[in-house]
């Protein structure tokens, strides 16, 4: 339910930093479970992090966890992903997507995905 709209998004260099955002509408955000997903040139697409509704719970993907951040804020209905310690394997284009309940615990939300945004380009550079 509702539209999600990335943006952030950009070139950077290696060892930098970048903070995503999604943008809801159409929709109450807290009431929704929210994740990344990201796919990188020529791969799958890759789960990234989760957050429940409320913000209390995360989980995130393998060899992720200490370099990206999921957070929300659910008064300006908007996620958010902060990278930190970028690599050129993390060049991707990040897509936001929405699960279909709240989600108490995050690590459902991989497999409870009811929509997704269409994406924002990370592009980093060696």
């Known amino acids: 339910q509702g539209q999600l709209v990335e943006s952030g998004g950009d070139l950077v260099q290696a060892g930098g930093s970048l903070r995503l955002s999604c943008a809801a509408s159409g929709s109450t955000v807290s009431n929704y479970g929210m994740g990344w997903l990201r796919q990188a040139p020529g791969k799958d697409r890759e789960f990234v992090a989760a957050?429940?509704?409320?913000?209390?719970?995360?989980y995130y993907g393998v060899s992720l966890k200490g370099r990206f951040t999921i957070s929300r804020d659910n008064a300006k209905n908007t996620v958010y992903l902060q990278m930190n310690s970028l690599n050129p394997e993390d060049t991707a284009v990040y897509y936001c997507?929405?699960?279909?309940?709240?989600?108490?615990?995050?690590?459902?939300?991989?497999?409870?995905?009811?929509?997704w945004g269409q994406g924002t380009r990370v592009t980093v550079s060696s």
């Open positions: 957050i429940s509704g409320s913000g209390a719970a995360t």
């Open positions: 997507a929405a699960a279909r309940t709240s989600a108490g615990n995050a690590a459902t939300i991989p497999q409870d995905i009811g929509s």
